[in-house]
């Protein structure tokens, strides 16, 4: 079995969501270790964080993280960014300009120049850069693009995505108790788009990830709900193909009663699939005139849904083994560059730096379409 890689995590302190998840998934084949971590710019904090997960490489700077582990004949081959959206392209910088890889959250960053710029840097630099973009780990996910490229769809016509939540229905961020309501309303912390940057990413991407399409234009709304919230809650959009398909993607914060609702459905001109994250272990896929067929993950043959399935048919997988699926394929990318290799075929799937950068561009022509009254904007 290969040694694991030695990570390092920025962001992630104790009451962070998102830094417990990683860590989970980095640690669920065994191809990682945390070994070192900026887990918050406060001290206090962070030497508290890094005591309570056994870590011994504390930082507090992740400046100084970047730099000394760098310089480290043991020191992190990768790092995990899991720090409010503003930071993450400083983050990557540094560390990039150390060698080190990158694994971040999403959005890639704050602006399309932003993104564009870490896109240059990572190929510059030859550096691995994974995006955790978590819903394309799915088993099932990976099947439902791979029958599209095998054409069980035919031609695609028509691609309708949504992702519905509903814990920003109420205004949280005002008690000033909620962490994630805090930052992620605070346009200085998340960037110019609210739910469009947090769950629109989400949405936009899984329906390119399994479509293997990109919409060239779109007329969008963006909308605040919430009284005294100074960023977006609820987003909706057409979206045009180059091949004359058609489009609709809506993402909110505010849906009363939606838990974690992101829901794909791509009809072509010989079938049409469905996809519910809340049920991941299946699939449904109906042939134009034909029977609906649940697919289970597990049960399909597909080598993309064999490489992301651990345990047999029956046995539920879900959001952490998505999560955890896009650590291993960025393991086994890292391991391949380092080698001077090719990445193995079975990792190409990850999600990277230009799926960011992507997104950012669907960002800013949701952005520029919304302040002109919902006019068609160019996703250039």
């Not at 887990?39 to 507090?60: E, F, T």
């Not at 963006?222 to 091949?243: K, P, S």
Request: charged fraction near 20%; proline fraction near 4%.
């Amino acid at each position: 079995m290969a040694a694991k890689l030695r990570l390092g995590m920025v962001g992630g302190g104790e009451g962070a969501f998102i830094g417990a998840v990683h860590r989970i998934a980095a640690r669920l084949d065994d191809c990682f270790e945390l070994v070192a971590g900026a887990l918050s710019s406060d001290a206090p904090r962070a030497q508290a964080s890094a005591h309570a997960i056994g870590l011994a490489r504390s930082y507090v700077d992740w400046r100084e993280m970047a730099r000394v582990e760098g310089e480290r004949e043991d020191g992190i081959d990768a790092v995990a960014i899991v720090t409010p959206n503003h930071l993450h392209a400083p983050v990557a910088h540094a560390f990039m300009d150390a060698g080190i890889h990158v694994i971040c959250d999403k959005p890639l960053a704050v602006s399309l120049s932003q993104g564009e710029a870490l896109a240059q840097h990572a190929r510059d630099a030859g550096l691995v850069f994974a995006l955790t973009h978590t819903y394309s780990g799915y088993p099932l996910v990976r099947h439902a693009r791979e029958m599209v490229v095998a054409r069980e769809l035919g031609d695609v016509r028509v691609i309708q995505v949504e992702y519905a939540q509903d814990w920003l229905a109420t205004p949280v961020e005002h008690d000033g108790a909620n962490r994630q309501a805090n930052w992620r309303t605070d346009p200085a912390q998340a960037g110019p788009a609210g739910c469009l940057g947090d769950i629109g990413t989400h949405a936009y991407q899984l329906a390119a990830f399994v479509s293997g399409m990109e919409p060239v234009s779109l007329a969008a709304e963006m909308h605040t709900f919430v009284a005294g919230r100074r960023v977006d809650d609820h987003v909706q959009a057409m979206l045009r193909y180059a091949n004359g398909a058609r489009g609709m993607l809506w993402a909110s914060q505010v849906a009363s009663g939606a838990e974690n609702a992101l829901r794909l459905r791509v009809y072509g001109t010989k079938a049409g699939l469905t996809f519910d994250q809340e049920a991941p272990n299946e699939l449904w896929f109906t042939p134009q005139g034909g029977e609906a067929q649940r697919l289970t993950r597990g049960r399909v043959t597909g080598e993309a849904a064999r490489h992301a399935t651990r345990v047999p048919p029956g046995h539920p997988e879900g959001y952490l083994e998505a999560f955890a699926q896009l650590y291993r394929d960025a393991a086994a990318q890292i391991r391949a560059r380092e080698a001077g290799q090719p990445a193995p075929r079975e990792s190409l799937l990850l999600t990277t730096v230009d799926d960011g950068v992507a997104g950012l561009r669907f960002i800013e022509a949701v952005l520029a379409s919304s302040a002109a009254d919902g006019a068609w904007r160019a996703i250039r």
